[in-house]
């Protein structure tokens, strides 16, 4: 939210006059604070609890796949999961953070898994991310068939601004 305080902006303008003053080391040091700092509010801000229930309820589509994420207060909600048809063949959707499978980043705050209802076996996952400008998300969708595992989509986002930003989508074809 933009204010119109004139202190508000001499105080911004003073702070970006004293960044740029900074040495390379200095500068690394305050991202990294500014980094922990929003860590900190996603661990302390929220109920991660209800978060997650919720979640649950609204991460997945009929088709069983998760959804794209989202925003809620300081964190951001990946859902995902897998859906089986056979013990050779399933369809999923999983959140890489920063090029890294969620489930094994260094950022994640929490996730819970369950195995799916229904007749197809497989299971959900709901996982929380701090929100942390810079923060690169790949939403993958694949499949296995006879063993070979396959990516079909990728929808990449950026988290700017504390908003999370979609910068492409691709869909990946198979060699043929």
């Known amino acids: 939210m933009e204010s119109n305080d004139p202190s508000d902006a001499l105080f911004t303008d003073a702070v970006v006059a004293m960044i740029r003053d900074m040495s390379d080391a200095e500068l690394h040091n305050i991202a990294e604070v500014v980094r922990q700092v929003q860590i900190e509010r ?12 919720s979640a649950f309820d609204t991460g997945f589509g009929r088709d069983g796949l998760a959804v794209l994420p989202w ?3 300081n964190v951001v909600v990946c859902p995902g ?7 050779s063949s399933h369809k999923c959707r999983f ?8 489930w094994d980043s260094h950022l994640l705050l929490r996730e819970d898994k369950r195995s ?10 709901v996982a929380l991310l701090p929100l942390v400008d810079g923060t ?4 993958v969708t694949g499949k296995a068939r006879s063993g070979q595992h396959s990516v079909d989509h990728v929808v990449s986002y950026e988290i700017r601004g504390g908003e999370l930003v979609e ?8 060699r043929h």
């Open 116 to 125: 799916s209802p229904g007749t197809n076996e497989g299971f959900r996952a």
């Open 42 to 53: 996603a661990i302390g801000n929220g109920d991660h609890d209800a978060i997650i229930a």
């Open 167 to 174: 910068v492409s989508q691709r869909t990946v074809n198979a």
């Open 95 to 102: 959140v890489s953070v920063d090029d890294t499978w969620i």
């Open 81 to 87: 999961g897998m859906v089986s048809k056979s013990r």
């Open 136 to 139: 690169g998300l790949d939403v």
């Open 71 to 73: 925003i809620e207060g």
